[in-house]
Every structure is written in C-alpha cells, then in structure tokens.
C-alpha cells in the first residue's frame, strides 16, 4: 500500500495567517492527490482535486500544487471557519489511502 | 444536489455480521459516471477505503477487508449496501458512504459523503 505521510500533525495559527501543509507519498503518485477538510462531528468534505484542482464552491484562498511524491496545501489567508482537520489521499493505485490528518487550530 | 444517508445498526456484537445501508437522493445510483463507496474511520487507524462499486457491477475492495466485504446495488430503492462479516472491535469506527467519479483506473476522489454512523463492535 501506498503511504500517505502528513506534517505537520497539528499546528497553530492565526486569522489571516498563511497556511501551508504537506503530504508525502511513499511512491510517485503522479498528480492522483486530493485534500480534505473535516469539522468535529461532520463528515470529510472535497477541497482539492487532481493535486491543484479546486472543487466547486471552495474558497480561492484554498489552493493545491504538486506532484510525484511531494504535494502541499495552502491556505493563503486563515478564516474562523478553516479551522478544522485536513487529510490528502491518493486515488493512484489501490487501495486509495489517505493521511492521518492534520489539525489547524486557533492560536 | 446529491445527498448520502447512512442507516444501520449502532451496536454489533463480536464475531457478527454488520449490514449498512447508503440511500441516495437528489440523484441516481444508475449513473454510470459514478462510483459509489464505503470509508470508515477509526479513531486510532484514521480513515480506510473499505470499498467501491460500479452500477456494471464491477467492485473492486481493499485487500486488507477483502476476504468480509460485499458491496451491493439495490437500483429499485436507490441505494447501495455494505457487508462487512466476522467483526471484531478492531472494526468499530464511523462508517461514511461516499460518491466518486467514474475513472479507467476505478479510482478517484470522494465527493460528496454522507454524515457518516457509529459503528461499535461490543458485546
């Protein structure tokens, strides 16, 4: 199986901070990335795919690169309600697996 | 706009057979454009693609739950079902039925999900 290394494990930040988080495979997964937000009680929810492929409705301070091994997601201005856990996942062999996440908090 | 409901059970015993349910609405389990998907979620092994399901058909699983899982269409209620047999605590987590995009390879991302039920593996 692939592995799906993210860092940080947490972190804290401030409104209006630029975020950025990485996610490391274990092998070359060409551009087969995506990132998740998850909230306390809800379920993941789509933000990026294909590595830099925003989702429709997602905000454009959420933004995606990369590719091979090495992907980052940047959050380029911390509002209220990015405060949350965020997972990639790679959908390029199976089985598709994801990272163990990384929670934003509020500084 | 699609949505995804998870129903089952909340409590499993050792050893038993765990049946959840995913109605769809807003939308068809019969696209062909579409995949349809268990994750669950533990607190401790975070999330796990248990599983997709073409409405060919066509399944493909994860190895690790390989040799305990169906996945099923029922098109006549618009949903789809898992399966997961010989459970044991290890099995307890958040169960998330999901949707994903249609691809050569069978895989993709996952969007939207439903809000996910609490599975615990107890006797």
């Known amino acids: 199986d692939i592995q799906m290394t993210q860092s940080p494990s947490s972190l804290s930040a401030s409104l209006g901070d630029r975020v950025t988080i990485t996610c490391r495979a274990s092998?070359?997964?060409?551009?087969?990335l995506n990132w998740y937000q998850q909230k306390p009680g809800k379920a993941p929810k789509l933000l990026i795919y294909d590595a830099s492929r925003l989702q429709t409705g997602v905000p454009s301070s959420f933004s995606g690169s990369g590719a091979g091994t090495d992907f980052t997601l940047t959050i380029s201005s911390l509002q209220l309600e990015d405060f949350a856990t965020y997972f990639c996942q790679q959908s390029d062999s199976a089985p598709q697996t994801f990272g163990q996440g990384t929670k934003v908090e509020i500084k | 706009q699609l949505q995804l409901q998870e129903s089952g059970p909340g409590l499993v015993r050792p050893s038993e057979t765990l049946s959840l349910t995913c109605t769809v609405s807003?939308?068809?389990?019969?696209?062909?454009?579409?995949?349809w998907a268990w994750i669950r979620q533990a607190p401790v092994k975070g999330l796990e693609w248990i599983g997709s399901?073409?409405?060919?058909?066509?399944?493909s699983y994860n190895p690790a739950l390989k040799s305990r899982v169906t996945i099923s269409v029922d098109t006549s209620k618009n949903q789809f079902s898992l399966n997961l047999t010989s459970l044991t605590a290890a099995d307890t987590a958040v169960y998330y039925c999901?949707?994903?995009?249609?691809?050569?390879?069978?895989?993709?991302?996952?969007?939207?999900w439903g809000q996910g039920t609490l599975v615990t593996v107890s006797s």
């Open positions: 092998q070359s997964i060409s551009s087969n």
């Open positions: 999901a949707r994903g995009p249609a691809s050569g390879s069978g895989l993709n991302w996952f969007d939207p």
């Open positions: 807003g939308g068809s389990v019969r696209r062909s454009s579409y995949y």
């Open positions: 399901m073409y409405y060919s058909g066509r399944t």
